[in-house]
Protein backbone atom coordinates (compact mmCIF):
# COMPACT_ATOMS: atom_id res chain seq x y z
CA UNK A 1 0.00 0.00 0.00
CA UNK A 2 1.38 3.22 -1.14
CA UNK A 3 1.37 6.07 1.85
CA UNK A 4 0.99 9.75 0.40
CA UNK A 5 2.46 11.86 3.19
CA UNK A 6 3.50 15.54 3.89
CA UNK A 7 6.39 17.47 3.04
CA UNK A 8 7.39 19.79 5.61
CA UNK A 9 11.38 21.20 5.57
CA UNK A 10 12.81 18.75 3.38
CA UNK A 11 11.45 15.62 4.62
CA UNK A 12 8.15 13.63 3.93
CA UNK A 13 6.34 13.30 7.57
CA UNK A 14 2.71 11.79 8.74
CA UNK A 15 0.52 13.30 11.32
CA UNK A 16 -0.20 13.12 14.93
CA UNK A 17 -3.41 12.63 14.14
CA UNK A 18 -2.95 9.38 12.42
CA UNK A 19 -6.44 10.49 10.02
CA UNK A 20 -6.14 8.97 6.65
CA UNK A 21 -8.16 8.82 3.51
CA UNK A 22 -8.33 6.65 0.61
CA UNK A 23 -6.97 8.14 -2.93
CA UNK A 24 -8.72 6.17 -5.63
CA UNK A 25 -8.38 5.87 -9.76
CA UNK A 26 -11.05 7.22 -11.40
CA UNK A 27 -10.54 5.05 -14.21
CA UNK A 28 -11.54 1.74 -12.37
CA UNK A 29 -11.76 2.92 -8.86
CA UNK A 30 -8.84 0.89 -7.84
CA UNK A 31 -6.66 1.95 -4.57
CA UNK A 32 -3.66 4.19 -5.29
CA UNK A 33 -2.87 4.55 -1.33
CA UNK A 34 -3.78 6.36 1.68
CA UNK A 35 -3.47 10.37 2.14
CA UNK A 36 -2.33 11.16 5.25
CA UNK A 37 -4.34 14.17 6.18
CA UNK A 38 -2.33 17.60 7.45
CA UNK A 39 -4.10 18.87 10.43
CA UNK A 40 -3.22 21.83 12.40
CA UNK A 41 0.14 20.70 13.68
CA UNK A 42 1.39 19.93 10.23
CA UNK A 43 0.25 23.21 8.72
CA UNK A 44 2.12 24.98 11.54
CA UNK A 45 5.40 23.34 10.78
CA UNK A 46 5.16 23.97 7.10
CA UNK A 47 4.40 27.26 7.52
CA UNK A 48 7.14 27.84 10.30
CA UNK A 49 9.62 25.97 8.04
CA UNK A 50 9.02 28.10 5.40
CA UNK A 51 9.29 31.29 7.15
CA UNK A 52 12.29 30.28 8.87
CA UNK A 53 13.73 29.32 5.39
CA UNK A 54 13.32 33.12 3.80
CA UNK A 55 16.29 33.91 6.48
CA UNK A 56 18.29 31.25 5.70
CA UNK A 57 20.73 30.15 2.86
CA UNK A 58 17.62 30.55 0.29
CA UNK A 59 17.53 34.26 1.26
CA UNK A 60 20.58 34.82 1.06
CA UNK A 61 21.08 33.73 -2.57
CA UNK A 62 21.56 35.81 -5.62
CA UNK A 63 19.17 35.95 -8.42
CA UNK A 64 21.06 34.12 -10.33
CA UNK A 65 21.99 31.37 -8.36
CA UNK A 66 18.38 31.16 -7.41
CA UNK A 67 17.39 30.56 -11.45
CA UNK A 68 20.19 28.40 -11.60
CA UNK A 69 18.25 25.78 -8.62
CA UNK A 70 15.01 26.37 -10.43
CA UNK A 71 16.71 25.67 -13.70
CA UNK A 72 17.92 22.11 -11.78
CA UNK A 73 14.26 21.46 -11.17
CA UNK A 74 13.65 21.90 -14.48
CA UNK A 75 15.92 19.22 -15.49
CA UNK A 76 14.82 17.16 -13.04
CA UNK A 77 11.21 16.60 -13.71
CA UNK A 78 12.35 16.15 -16.97
CA UNK A 79 14.57 13.65 -15.85
CA UNK A 80 11.77 12.19 -14.13
CA UNK A 81 8.94 12.82 -17.04
CA UNK A 82 7.78 9.45 -16.61
CA UNK A 83 7.35 9.05 -12.58
CA UNK A 84 4.83 12.40 -12.99
CA UNK A 85 3.27 11.17 -16.04
CA UNK A 86 2.55 7.78 -14.01
CA UNK A 87 1.14 9.68 -10.90
CA UNK A 88 -0.64 12.64 -12.58
CA UNK A 89 -2.48 9.74 -14.88
CA UNK A 90 -3.05 7.93 -11.65
CA UNK A 91 -4.83 10.37 -9.57
CA UNK A 92 -6.75 12.08 -12.74
CA UNK A 93 -7.36 9.29 -15.09
CA UNK A 94 -6.67 11.34 -17.87
CA UNK A 95 -5.55 9.73 -21.41
CA UNK A 96 -1.34 9.65 -21.66
CA UNK A 97 -1.42 11.63 -25.09
CA UNK A 98 -2.83 14.51 -22.81
CA UNK A 99 -0.81 14.69 -19.74
CA UNK A 100 2.65 14.02 -21.81
CA UNK A 101 1.67 17.33 -24.17
CA UNK A 102 0.38 19.30 -21.72
CA UNK A 103 0.41 18.82 -18.14
CA UNK A 104 3.97 17.23 -17.21
CA UNK A 105 5.95 19.75 -20.02
CA UNK A 106 3.84 22.47 -18.26
CA UNK A 107 4.82 21.43 -15.38
CA UNK A 108 8.82 22.05 -15.89
CA UNK A 109 7.62 25.02 -18.56
CA UNK A 110 5.96 27.18 -15.69
CA UNK A 111 9.68 27.22 -13.81
CA UNK A 112 11.59 28.32 -16.92
CA UNK A 113 9.57 30.83 -17.96
CA UNK A 114 9.91 32.74 -14.58
CA UNK A 115 13.34 32.60 -14.30
CA UNK A 116 13.48 34.38 -17.77
CA UNK A 117 11.24 36.77 -16.21
CA UNK A 118 12.86 37.49 -12.85
CA UNK A 119 16.91 37.37 -14.41
CA UNK A 120 15.01 40.31 -17.08
CA UNK A 121 13.29 42.46 -15.66
CA UNK A 122 14.00 46.29 -14.75
CA UNK A 123 12.35 49.07 -12.73
CA UNK A 124 11.46 52.34 -13.00
CA UNK A 125 13.85 54.81 -11.61
CA UNK A 126 12.99 58.75 -11.90
CA UNK A 127 15.12 62.13 -11.19
CA UNK A 128 14.02 65.05 -9.77
CA UNK A 129 15.42 68.83 -8.00
CA UNK A 130 14.80 69.21 -4.57
CA UNK A 131 13.72 72.44 -2.92
CA UNK A 132 17.21 73.47 -1.51
CA UNK A 133 18.54 72.92 -5.72
CA UNK A 134 20.52 69.43 -4.38
CA UNK A 135 19.37 66.04 -6.85
CA UNK A 136 17.03 62.97 -5.39
CA UNK A 137 16.75 59.74 -7.24
CA UNK A 138 13.86 57.08 -6.67
CA UNK A 139 14.19 53.51 -7.53
CA UNK A 140 11.67 50.25 -7.33
CA UNK A 141 12.85 47.25 -5.50
CA UNK A 142 11.18 44.08 -5.77
CA UNK A 143 11.17 41.90 -2.17
CA UNK A 144 9.91 38.53 -1.89
CA UNK A 145 6.62 38.92 -0.57
CA UNK A 146 7.11 36.37 2.41
CA UNK A 147 5.30 32.93 2.52
CA UNK A 148 2.86 32.17 0.04
CA UNK A 149 0.36 29.62 0.63
CA UNK A 150 -0.95 28.21 -3.10
CA UNK A 151 -4.32 26.17 -2.94
CA UNK A 152 -5.05 24.01 -6.03
CA UNK A 153 -7.66 22.33 -8.20
CA UNK A 154 -7.57 18.79 -9.31
CA UNK A 155 -7.94 19.02 -13.02
CA UNK A 156 -4.91 20.16 -14.19
CA UNK A 157 -2.58 18.71 -10.66
CA UNK A 158 0.98 19.75 -11.46
CA UNK A 159 0.41 22.67 -14.40
CA UNK A 160 -1.49 24.64 -12.01
CA UNK A 161 0.28 24.45 -8.54
CA UNK A 162 3.43 24.89 -10.61
CA UNK A 163 1.81 27.39 -12.56
CA UNK A 164 2.28 29.00 -8.84
CA UNK A 165 5.00 27.72 -7.54
CA UNK A 166 7.54 28.47 -10.15
CA UNK A 167 7.13 32.52 -10.13
CA UNK A 168 6.81 32.35 -6.15
CA UNK A 169 9.97 30.71 -5.76
CA UNK A 170 11.74 32.58 -9.13
CA UNK A 171 11.05 36.36 -6.73
CA UNK A 172 12.64 34.58 -3.66
CA UNK A 173 9.82 33.36 -1.77
CA UNK A 174 8.98 29.85 0.11
CA UNK A 175 5.83 28.37 -0.32
CA UNK A 176 3.42 26.06 1.31
CA UNK A 177 1.23 23.94 -0.95
CA UNK A 178 -2.21 22.48 -0.33
CA UNK A 179 -3.19 20.51 -3.53
CA UNK A 180 -6.37 19.11 -4.21
CA UNK A 181 -7.63 16.36 -1.93
CA UNK A 182 -8.26 14.69 -5.01
CA UNK A 183 -4.71 14.95 -6.45
CA UNK A 184 -2.25 14.92 -3.97
CA UNK A 185 0.31 12.57 -6.21
CA UNK A 186 2.58 14.99 -8.38
CA UNK A 187 2.93 17.75 -5.69
CA UNK A 188 4.31 15.10 -3.06
CA UNK A 189 6.31 14.05 -5.75
CA UNK A 190 8.02 17.42 -6.53
CA UNK A 191 9.20 17.22 -3.11
CA UNK A 192 11.96 14.69 -3.95
CA UNK A 193 12.90 16.24 -6.96
CA UNK A 194 13.41 19.67 -4.66
CA UNK A 195 15.56 17.50 -2.09
CA UNK A 196 17.59 16.13 -5.51
CA UNK A 197 18.53 19.52 -6.63
CA UNK A 198 19.68 20.82 -2.81
CA UNK A 199 16.53 23.35 -2.42
CA UNK A 200 17.11 24.17 0.99
CA UNK A 201 14.49 22.66 3.29
CA UNK A 202 11.38 24.78 4.20
CA UNK A 203 11.56 26.65 0.90
CA UNK A 204 8.97 24.31 -1.18
CA UNK A 205 6.05 22.53 1.45
CA UNK A 206 3.11 20.06 0.89
CA UNK A 207 0.47 19.77 3.33
CA UNK A 208 -2.43 17.18 1.95
CA UNK A 209 -5.81 17.03 3.30
CA UNK A 210 -9.18 18.91 2.23
CA UNK A 211 -10.63 22.56 2.44
CA UNK A 212 -12.65 23.45 5.18
CA UNK A 213 -11.80 22.58 8.72
CA UNK A 214 -9.11 20.53 7.64
CA UNK A 215 -5.32 21.95 5.96
CA UNK A 216 -7.06 24.18 3.52
CA UNK A 217 -8.53 26.59 5.79
CA UNK A 218 -5.33 25.88 8.18
CA UNK A 219 -3.53 27.17 6.06
CA UNK A 220 -5.25 30.12 4.17
CA UNK A 221 -6.12 31.62 7.88
CA UNK A 222 -2.43 30.99 9.60
CA UNK A 223 -0.89 34.81 10.09
CA UNK A 224 2.60 34.44 8.89
CA UNK A 225 1.05 33.37 5.92
CA UNK A 226 1.71 36.80 3.72
CA UNK A 227 -0.06 35.52 0.71
CA UNK A 228 -2.80 33.23 -0.53
CA UNK A 229 -3.11 32.34 -4.34
CA UNK A 230 -5.96 29.79 -5.54
CA UNK A 231 -7.25 28.20 -8.62
CA UNK A 232 -10.86 26.36 -8.32
CA UNK A 233 -14.50 27.43 -7.56
CA UNK A 234 -15.92 30.73 -7.29
CA UNK A 235 -17.11 30.12 -3.88
CA UNK A 236 -14.35 28.77 -2.34
CA UNK A 237 -12.35 31.82 -3.48
CA UNK A 238 -14.99 33.88 -1.42
CA UNK A 239 -13.63 32.05 1.40
CA UNK A 240 -10.49 32.38 0.51
CA UNK A 241 -10.78 36.14 0.08
CA UNK A 242 -12.30 36.28 3.72
CA UNK A 243 -9.61 34.62 5.37
CA UNK A 244 -6.62 36.94 3.54
CA UNK A 245 -8.62 39.58 5.15
CA UNK A 246 -7.82 38.82 8.07
CA UNK A 247 -4.20 40.15 8.65
CA UNK A 248 -4.55 42.33 5.11
CA UNK A 249 -3.34 39.33 3.18
CA UNK A 250 -3.15 39.65 -0.59
CA UNK A 251 -5.02 36.87 -2.58
CA UNK A 252 -4.27 36.07 -6.11
CA UNK A 253 -7.70 34.16 -7.89
CA UNK A 254 -8.11 31.63 -10.65
CA UNK A 255 -11.79 31.05 -10.49
CA UNK A 256 -14.71 29.52 -12.21
CA UNK A 257 -15.95 30.25 -16.12
CA UNK A 258 -19.16 29.56 -18.33
CA UNK A 259 -17.19 30.26 -20.77
CA UNK A 260 -18.76 30.83 -24.78
CA UNK A 261 -17.57 30.10 -27.97
CA UNK A 262 -19.33 32.41 -30.80
CA UNK A 263 -19.17 30.53 -34.19
CA UNK A 264 -19.91 32.93 -37.43
CA UNK A 265 -21.33 31.60 -40.80
CA UNK A 266 -17.83 33.07 -42.79
CA UNK A 267 -15.69 30.79 -39.84
CA UNK A 268 -13.27 28.67 -41.38
CA UNK A 269 -15.82 25.87 -41.03
CA UNK A 270 -13.43 22.78 -40.15
CA UNK A 271 -11.24 24.56 -38.40
CA UNK A 272 -13.98 26.12 -35.86
CA UNK A 273 -15.02 22.42 -35.23
CA UNK A 274 -12.00 20.74 -34.71
CA UNK A 275 -11.75 23.91 -32.50
CA UNK A 276 -15.02 23.50 -30.24
CA UNK A 277 -14.39 20.04 -30.07
CA UNK A 278 -11.08 20.76 -28.02
CA UNK A 279 -12.70 22.96 -26.02
CA UNK A 280 -15.88 21.50 -24.77
CA UNK A 281 -14.20 17.92 -24.74
CA UNK A 282 -10.71 17.94 -23.95
CA UNK A 283 -9.72 16.51 -20.29
CA UNK A 284 -12.94 15.45 -19.87
CA UNK A 285 -14.38 19.05 -19.76
CA UNK A 286 -12.37 19.87 -16.69
CA UNK A 287 -10.73 22.87 -17.66
CA UNK A 288 -11.92 26.03 -16.67
CA UNK A 289 -11.05 27.76 -19.75
CA UNK A 290 -13.81 25.39 -21.68
CA UNK A 291 -16.38 25.92 -23.86
CA UNK A 292 -19.89 24.80 -22.21
CA UNK A 293 -21.97 28.04 -24.30
CA UNK A 294 -21.31 27.69 -27.98
CA UNK A 295 -23.60 30.31 -30.01
CA UNK A 296 -23.79 29.26 -33.92
CA UNK A 297 -24.48 32.20 -36.30
CA UNK A 298 -28.07 30.59 -37.77
CA UNK A 299 -26.98 29.67 -41.38
CA UNK A 300 -24.74 26.90 -40.83
CA UNK A 301 -26.49 26.65 -37.34
CA UNK A 302 -27.61 22.55 -38.03
CA UNK A 303 -24.81 21.91 -40.00
CA UNK A 304 -22.61 23.16 -37.18
CA UNK A 305 -24.45 20.91 -34.43
CA UNK A 306 -24.26 17.49 -37.03
CA UNK A 307 -20.23 18.50 -37.11
CA UNK A 308 -20.04 18.53 -33.40
CA UNK A 309 -21.99 15.37 -32.70
CA UNK A 310 -19.88 13.59 -35.37
CA UNK A 311 -16.98 14.22 -33.15
CA UNK A 312 -18.33 13.64 -29.82
CA UNK A 313 -19.36 10.00 -31.33
CA UNK A 314 -15.42 10.05 -31.68
CA UNK A 315 -14.64 10.66 -28.34
CA UNK A 316 -13.90 6.81 -27.19
CA UNK A 317 -13.49 6.58 -23.94
CA UNK A 318 -10.79 4.18 -22.23
CA UNK A 319 -7.92 3.26 -20.39
CA UNK A 320 -4.79 6.17 -20.10
CA UNK A 321 -2.54 4.30 -22.38
CA UNK A 322 -5.02 3.15 -24.94
CA UNK A 323 -4.02 3.93 -28.42
CA UNK A 324 -7.46 5.20 -29.44
CA UNK A 325 -8.52 6.52 -26.42
CA UNK A 326 -10.00 9.74 -26.76
CA UNK A 327 -11.74 10.89 -23.38
CA UNK A 328 -11.28 9.76 -20.02
CA UNK A 329 -13.30 9.31 -16.98
CA UNK A 330 -14.14 12.43 -14.83
CA UNK A 331 -12.03 12.42 -11.52
CA UNK A 332 -13.79 11.44 -9.09
CA UNK A 333 -17.56 9.59 -7.90
CA UNK A 334 -18.13 12.93 -6.30
CA UNK A 335 -17.82 15.04 -9.77
CA UNK A 336 -19.46 12.17 -11.71
CA UNK A 337 -22.55 12.46 -9.00
CA UNK A 338 -22.72 16.48 -9.99
CA UNK A 339 -22.14 16.48 -13.30
CA UNK A 340 -24.87 13.65 -13.91
CA UNK A 341 -27.03 15.77 -11.71
CA UNK A 342 -26.52 18.14 -14.08
CA UNK A 343 -27.08 15.93 -17.39
CA UNK A 344 -30.69 15.14 -15.66
CA UNK A 345 -31.13 19.06 -14.87
CA UNK A 346 -30.84 19.44 -18.57
CA UNK A 347 -33.40 16.63 -19.69
CA UNK A 348 -36.12 18.04 -17.06
CA UNK A 349 -35.60 21.52 -18.21
CA UNK A 350 -36.86 20.38 -22.00
CA UNK A 351 -32.94 20.00 -23.31
CA UNK A 352 -33.31 18.29 -26.97
CA UNK A 353 -30.15 15.84 -26.21
CA UNK A 354 -28.13 15.77 -29.26
CA UNK A 355 -25.56 13.16 -28.66
CA UNK A 356 -25.01 11.24 -24.81
CA UNK A 357 -26.66 12.66 -21.43
CA UNK A 358 -25.49 9.27 -19.32
CA UNK A 359 -23.01 7.06 -18.58
CA UNK A 360 -20.78 5.41 -21.56
CA UNK A 361 -21.10 1.98 -22.29
CA UNK A 362 -17.74 0.37 -20.46
CA UNK A 363 -16.13 -2.68 -20.35
CA UNK A 364 -16.83 -4.33 -17.03
CA UNK A 365 -13.25 -3.75 -14.98
CA UNK A 366 -13.77 -0.13 -15.78
CA UNK A 367 -17.50 -0.37 -15.27
CA UNK A 368 -16.61 1.44 -11.40
CA UNK A 369 -14.63 4.47 -12.72
CA UNK A 370 -16.16 8.33 -13.26
CA UNK A 371 -17.36 8.19 -16.61
CA UNK A 372 -19.91 10.28 -17.94
CA UNK A 373 -20.71 10.19 -22.25
CA UNK A 374 -19.62 13.75 -23.98
CA UNK A 375 -23.05 15.60 -24.08
CA UNK A 376 -24.47 18.10 -26.48
CA UNK A 377 -27.54 19.62 -26.17
CA UNK A 378 -29.85 22.39 -27.74
CA UNK A 379 -33.04 23.88 -27.68
CA UNK A 380 -33.22 25.49 -24.02
CA UNK A 381 -33.26 28.82 -22.91
CA UNK A 382 -30.64 31.22 -21.87
CA UNK A 383 -31.89 30.91 -18.53
CA UNK A 384 -31.93 27.16 -18.06
CA UNK A 385 -29.37 25.58 -15.35
CA UNK A 386 -26.97 24.22 -17.89
CA UNK A 387 -26.55 27.17 -19.72
CA UNK A 388 -25.89 29.72 -16.73
CA UNK A 389 -24.22 27.52 -14.16
CA UNK A 390 -20.55 25.91 -14.38
CA UNK A 391 -20.78 21.94 -15.07
CA UNK A 392 -17.16 21.29 -15.31
CA UNK A 393 -17.93 18.28 -17.50
CA UNK A 394 -17.36 17.50 -21.10
CA UNK A 395 -20.25 19.01 -22.68
CA UNK A 396 -22.04 21.95 -23.86
CA UNK A 397 -25.31 23.82 -25.26
CA UNK A 398 -25.32 24.88 -28.90
CA UNK A 399 -27.83 28.15 -29.60
CA UNK A 400 -28.17 29.74 -32.42
CA UNK A 401 -27.83 33.60 -32.81
CA UNK A 402 -28.67 35.82 -35.91
CA UNK A 403 -26.68 39.47 -35.32
CA UNK A 404 -23.60 40.58 -33.45
CA UNK A 405 -25.48 42.29 -30.97
CA UNK A 406 -27.64 39.29 -30.08
CA UNK A 407 -24.74 37.43 -29.53
CA UNK A 408 -22.78 39.60 -27.54
CA UNK A 409 -25.34 40.16 -25.16
CA UNK A 410 -25.63 36.26 -24.45
CA UNK A 411 -22.10 35.62 -24.09
CA UNK A 412 -21.71 38.49 -21.50
CA UNK A 413 -25.04 37.65 -19.81
CA UNK A 414 -23.44 35.85 -17.12
CA UNK A 415 -21.81 35.80 -13.93
CA UNK A 416 -18.56 34.74 -15.06
CA UNK A 417 -16.23 36.34 -17.32
CA UNK A 418 -13.25 33.84 -17.60
CA UNK A 419 -12.75 33.03 -21.40
CA UNK A 420 -14.10 33.01 -24.56
CA UNK A 421 -13.33 32.32 -28.67
CA UNK A 422 -14.62 33.66 -31.57
CA UNK A 423 -14.17 31.73 -34.74
CA UNK A 424 -14.56 34.31 -38.17
CA UNK A 425 -12.54 35.05 -40.59
CA UNK A 426 -13.03 38.69 -40.55
CA UNK A 427 -10.87 40.13 -38.27
CA UNK A 428 -12.17 43.86 -37.95
CA UNK A 429 -15.26 41.82 -36.45
CA UNK A 430 -12.98 39.66 -34.46
CA UNK A 431 -11.18 42.63 -32.97
CA UNK A 432 -14.15 44.27 -32.57
CA UNK A 433 -15.75 41.78 -30.16
CA UNK A 434 -12.83 41.01 -28.40
CA UNK A 435 -12.65 44.28 -27.03
CA UNK A 436 -16.94 43.84 -26.05
CA UNK A 437 -16.81 40.30 -24.66
CA UNK A 438 -16.29 41.06 -20.96
CA UNK A 439 -13.31 38.34 -20.11
CA UNK A 440 -9.90 38.04 -19.35
CA UNK A 441 -9.34 35.99 -22.49
CA UNK A 442 -9.94 36.29 -25.72
CA UNK A 443 -9.17 33.38 -28.10
CA UNK A 444 -9.95 34.65 -31.89
CA UNK A 445 -9.37 31.12 -34.15
CA UNK A 446 -7.86 29.24 -31.73
CA UNK A 447 -8.16 27.94 -28.00
CA UNK A 448 -6.14 27.06 -25.05
CA UNK A 449 -3.17 28.67 -27.36
CA UNK A 450 -0.98 29.81 -24.38
CA UNK A 451 2.45 32.29 -24.22
CA UNK A 452 3.27 32.11 -20.75
CA UNK A 453 4.53 35.96 -20.73
CA UNK A 454 1.13 37.37 -21.17
CA UNK A 455 -1.22 38.26 -18.57
CA UNK A 456 -3.86 35.17 -17.69
CA UNK A 457 -6.89 35.96 -15.21
CA UNK A 458 -10.54 36.46 -15.28
CA UNK A 459 -12.94 39.04 -14.91
CA UNK A 460 -16.04 39.20 -13.29
CA UNK A 461 -16.66 36.55 -10.98
CA UNK A 462 -13.77 34.82 -12.56
CA UNK A 463 -11.02 35.98 -10.12
CA UNK A 464 -9.18 38.82 -9.13
CA UNK A 465 -5.43 39.47 -10.46
CA UNK A 466 -3.34 38.07 -13.75
CA UNK A 467 -0.37 35.57 -13.12
CA UNK A 468 2.12 35.56 -16.14
CA UNK A 469 5.32 36.87 -17.35
CA UNK A 470 5.84 40.03 -15.39
CA UNK A 471 2.56 40.33 -14.37
CA UNK A 472 2.81 37.71 -11.60
CA UNK A 473 5.62 39.89 -9.99
CA UNK A 474 2.75 42.47 -8.90
CA UNK A 475 1.86 39.61 -6.59
CA UNK A 476 5.02 37.49 -5.98
CA UNK A 477 6.86 40.80 -4.99
CA UNK A 478 6.49 43.86 -3.09
CA UNK A 479 7.60 46.80 -4.76
CA UNK A 480 9.43 49.19 -2.60
CA UNK A 481 10.31 53.04 -3.83
CA UNK A 482 13.92 54.03 -2.20
CA UNK A 483 14.27 57.79 -2.49
CA UNK A 484 18.33 59.24 -2.66
CA UNK A 485 18.95 62.82 -2.07
CA UNK A 486 22.55 63.58 -2.97
N1 LIG B 1 -9.94 25.68 -12.39
C1 LIG B 1 -11.17 25.84 -12.02
O1 LIG B 1 -11.76 26.83 -12.30
C2 LIG B 1 -11.80 24.77 -11.25
C3 LIG B 1 -13.14 24.81 -10.97
N2 LIG B 1 -13.69 23.81 -10.26
C4 LIG B 1 -15.14 23.88 -10.00
O2 LIG B 1 -15.32 23.68 -8.64
C5 LIG B 1 -16.20 22.59 -8.42
C6 LIG B 1 -15.81 21.87 -7.13
O3 LIG B 1 -14.50 21.34 -7.21
P1 LIG B 1 -13.56 21.35 -5.94
O4 LIG B 1 -12.32 20.61 -6.12
O5 LIG B 1 -14.42 20.95 -4.77
O6 LIG B 1 -13.16 22.89 -5.92
P2 LIG B 1 -12.83 23.75 -4.71
O7 LIG B 1 -12.73 25.15 -5.14
O8 LIG B 1 -13.75 23.43 -3.58
O9 LIG B 1 -11.39 23.20 -4.25
C7 LIG B 1 -10.17 23.67 -4.76
C8 LIG B 1 -9.13 23.64 -3.65
O10 LIG B 1 -9.52 24.47 -2.57
C9 LIG B 1 -9.49 23.75 -1.34
N3 LIG B 1 -10.49 24.33 -0.47
C10 LIG B 1 -11.82 24.12 -0.49
N4 LIG B 1 -12.43 24.88 0.46
C11 LIG B 1 -11.45 25.59 1.07
C12 LIG B 1 -11.44 26.55 2.11
N5 LIG B 1 -12.55 26.96 2.71
N6 LIG B 1 -10.26 27.07 2.49
C13 LIG B 1 -9.12 26.71 1.88
N7 LIG B 1 -9.06 25.79 0.90
C14 LIG B 1 -10.21 25.24 0.48
C15 LIG B 1 -9.74 22.33 -1.76
O11 LIG B 1 -9.32 21.42 -0.77
C16 LIG B 1 -8.92 22.26 -3.04
O12 LIG B 1 -7.55 22.10 -2.75
C17 LIG B 1 -16.08 21.75 -9.67
O13 LIG B 1 -17.20 20.97 -9.89
C18 LIG B 1 -15.90 22.80 -10.71
O14 LIG B 1 -17.15 23.31 -11.12
C19 LIG B 1 -12.94 22.79 -9.77
C20 LIG B 1 -11.61 22.69 -10.04
C21 LIG B 1 -10.93 23.68 -10.82
O1 LIG C 1 -2.58 27.50 -18.92
C1 LIG C 1 -2.81 27.77 -17.75
O2 LIG C 1 -1.99 28.39 -17.08
C2 LIG C 1 -4.04 27.37 -17.07
C3 LIG C 1 -4.98 26.69 -17.64
C4 LIG C 1 -6.19 26.19 -17.03
C5 LIG C 1 -6.78 26.54 -15.88
O3 LIG C 1 -6.42 27.61 -15.19
C6 LIG C 1 -7.85 25.73 -15.25
O4 LIG C 1 -8.41 24.86 -15.91
O5 LIG C 1 -8.11 25.93 -14.06
Request: contains cysteine; negative net charge; hydrophobic residues 35%.
Given at each position: MKDILNFINGEYVSNVSGKTYEKRNP???SLIGMVHEAGKPEVDAAVAAAKAALKGPWGKLSVVERCNMLDAIVAEINNRFDDFLQAEIADTGKPATLASHIDIPRGAANFKIFTDTIKNVSTESFEMRTPDGKTARSYGVRTPRGVIAIICPWNLPLLLMTWKCGPALACGNTVVVKPSEATPSTATLLGEVMNKVG????VYNVVNGFGVDSAGSFLTS?????GITFTGETKTGTAIMKAGADGIRPVSLELGGKNAALVFADCDFDNAVATVTRSCFENAGQV?????RVYVERPIFDKFVAALKEKAEQMKPGR???????IGPLVSKIHQKKVLGMYAKAKEEG??????GGIPDMPEELKDGCWVQPTIWT??????TVVTE?????CCHIQPFDTEEEVVAMANNNRYGLATSIHTQDISRAMRLASEIEVGLCWINSW?????RTPFGGSKQSGIGREGGVHSLEFYTELRNVMVKY
Open positions: VDNVPPGHPDVNCLGTEPFDADTKANIVFGGLPETAEIFGPFLRDL
